[in-house]
């Protein structure tokens, strides 16, 4: 079955350092991945996409994220945190075909002490 | 331009009524997607849409749920017998193609009572 997985509910950095956060996924095809970003009171804003060719893709607000495919993880990082980078985020995979749904994560909060 | 417009932004309901929930898309998006999120959790996946057609709707939960898209654009989420455990953030989101970005509308929060 089709499923992804966010296996830290909480996330602690300070700011200035990097940060990381967690994403893998169950797969029987390719998947497209994606990482969504929901700040409070605020409906949830894409952050970068990987569909195919090169592992590391750059997105919104200085974030980034590295699919490996062997390892089937689509983590999300940033070299350097910011306060506000303090949100809950959520990862997202969708397989190969036009008739699949999204499927989302169960969400990590990121939480960027000053 | 104008966003996904979800209405209305709040619902609140007695057990055993019925609901309608609106979603307006982004103009030319012909994929819409419904979802219901509650506190703390990840959007949970209700139906897709690409037109006018259910391309899965694998995630209703039951017969009691049911959306429309007659005309490929605006989309309506039904609910009958409201019950409590329906009390959720209902959302909505469309995107241009099926691996486009989505993007999602601030979602009315239904509360049964």
């Known amino acids: 079955a089709q499923s992804v997985a966010q296996p830290e509910d909480q996330v602690n950095v300070a700011e200035g350092n990097p940060l990381t956060v967690k994403c893998t996924y169950s797969?029987?095809?390719?998947?497209?991945l994606f990482w969504y970003v929901q700040y409070p009171n605020r409906g949830l804003q894409f952050l970068l996409k990987y569909i195919t060719g090169d592992n590391l893709v750059k997105g919104s607000y200085g974030f980034e994220a590295e699919f490996n495919k062997s390892q089937t993880s689509f983590h999300l990082k940033k070299p350097s945190a910011l306060v506000s980078d303090s949100a809950l985020y959520f990862c997202a995979v969708r397989w190969y075909s036009s008739a699949s749904k999204i499927i989302f994560g169960s969400g990590t909060r990121l939480s960027i002490r000053p | 331009g104008a966003g996904v417009s979800q209405t209305p932004s709040n619902k609140v309901t007695e057990k055993g009524k019925y609901v309608e929930l609106r979603c307006d898309p982004i103009?030319?998006?012909?994929?819409l997607y419904w979802y219901r999120q509650s506190l703390g959790q990840g959007p949970e996946f209700l139906i897709y849409f690409q037109g006018t057609g259910a391309a899965d709707d694998s995630g209703l939960p039951n017969d009691r749920f049911f959306a429309v898209r007659p005309e490929g654009s605006v989309s309506t989420l039904k609910i009958q017998r409201t019950e409590r455990g329906d009390s959720a953030v209902y959302l909505c989101?469309?995107?241009?193609?099926?691996?486009?970005?989505?993007?999602f509308g601030n979602g009315t929060r239904l509360t049964v009572t």
């Open positions: 989101a469309s995107s241009l193609t099926y691996n486009s970005p989505l993007h």
């Open positions: 797969v029987s095809g390719n998947p497209y």
């Open positions: 103009s030319g998006h012909t994929a």
